[in-house]
């Protein structure tokens, strides 16, 4: 199985910037896809970013229309390591950000598409 670990979250006031991690370990091979996702308190887990890559058709990167033009997902391959630039933060941000591993189904949005989970970090924006 594939094991994720998240970090980089912490406290940031409103239009800061954060750099989420996740370095992943174990079985990764013939995974292609890794996402980033959200749960707010009191909230359900909402998809936040998503990147798929292959050597046929390049990288495609996913977002939610509410972090579009403020946050950047990548990867570097060689660290086995997902990232997540996040800029101009608000405080509808905060939340517990969870990276994840897809393995199954056809959306990169869907959680259910995802079969291994990191435990979460912690993200808060507030003034």
């Known amino acids: 199985q594939e094991q994720l670990q998240e970090s980089g979250g912490g406290l940031v006031q409103p239009g800061g910037s954060l750099r989420l991690s996740c370095a992943a370990s174990?079985?990764?091979?013939?995974?292609?896809?890794m996402g980033w996702f959200r749960q707010a308190a009191g909230k359900e887990r909402e998809f936040v970013a998503a990147?798929?890559?292959?050597?046929?058709?390049?990288?495609?990167?996913y977002y939610a229309d509410s972090v579009k033009g403020r946050f950047t997902i990548s990867r570097d391959n060689a660290k086995n390591t997902l990232y997540l630039q996040m800029d101009s933060l608000k405080p509808e941000d905060t939340a517990v950000y969870f990276c994840?591993?897809?393995?199954?189904?056809?959306?990169?949005?869907?959680?259910?598409?995802?079969?291994?989970w990191g435990q979460g970090t912690q993200v808060t924006v507030s003034s």
């Open positions: 174990g079985r990764t091979f013939n995974r292609n896809t």
């Open positions: 990147i798929s890559w292959s050597s046929w058709i390049g990288t495609d990167t």
């Open positions: 994840a591993s897809k393995n199954r189904g056809v959306s990169n949005t869907a959680i259910e598409s995802y079969d291994y």
